[in-house]
């Protein structure tokens, strides 16, 4: 299978602290891209990175990506509770996405 | 960005029946897809479907079990045929566009349809 993996698959934090997810791929890519899912609910498109590029940054989201490694991470600063969801990522190569376990973040107020 | 809507948002439907899922862009896209998300997993592409053409299935999944029509450039249907309670799942559309990043090829989701077979 082609899908990847991201650890952890749970993540329980208190607000305001920091989140950190990783995602490993297994093919080579075109771009990487991060979603979030709330619960039973559709996905929405958090951040985009070319595999031309190392990190990228958008509000409190801070991706970095690593080619060499295959694998990218996803970091919330200033966690809040409204971060509670599921995160996934979504590998690129040009004609498929290929999405990774997710990981369960639960944010505690 | 694209916005995405699909119908129903959820439905229960008998073992055996078949349940067809609408998916609707406001912009035209050259290229929509469908998952299958089952319950706490991750997403499975189930077929590419372009304007013209015959969808593209990937490995484990049949046009008999799962027809897509794609009449246009705007929409798409999914029909899940003789359900078993096994096609229990989230069934998401999504499209390609170009996002924030100003690159041709992020990928927007529609709401999804929660469909439970009983």
């Known amino acids: 299978s082609q899908q990847g993996e991201e650890d952890p698959q749970a993540l329980s934090i208190q607000e305001g602290e920091n989140a950190t997810m990783n995602c490993s791929y297994k093919?080579?890519?075109?771009?990487l891209q991060w979603y979030r899912q709330n619960s039973g609910r559709g996905l929405v498109h958090l951040i985009l990175?070319?595999?031309?590029?190392r990190e990228k940054h958008s509000g409190r989201l801070r991706v970095t990506l690593d080619t060499s490694k295959k694998s990218s991470s996803l970091l919330i600063t200033a966690s809040r509770a409204a971060d509670t969801a599921s995160y996934f990522c979504?590998?690129?190569?040009?004609?498929?996405?290929?999405f990774g376990s997710g990981t369960k973040l639960n944010v505690k107020p | 960005s694209a916005v995405i809507s699909q119908k129903p948002s959820r439905d229960i439907c008998q073992r055996g029946t078949s349940l067809t899922i609408q998916c609707q862009v406001d912009s035209q896209v050259t290229m929509m897809f469908w998952y299958r998300q089952q319950p706490g997993q991750s997403l499975t592409l189930i077929a590419t479907a372009n304007q013209g053409s015959e969808a593209t299935y990937e490995s484990g999944f049949v046009i008999d079990k799962f027809p897509i029509s794609r009449p246009n450039l705007t929409f798409s249907t999914l029909t899940v045929s003789n359900m078993s309670p096994e096609d229990s799942s989230i069934y998401l559309c999504?499209?390609?566009?170009?996002?924030?990043?100003?690159?041709?090829?992020?990928?927007?989701f529609g709401p999804g349809t929660r469909l439970t077979v009983l």
């Open positions: 990175i070319r595999s031309n590029e």
């Open positions: 093919t080579s890519i075109n771009n």
């Open positions: 999504s499209v390609e566009d170009v996002g924030t990043s100003g690159f041709y090829n992020e990928q927007f």
């Open positions: 979504a590998a690129s190569d040009f004609n498929k996405f290929y």
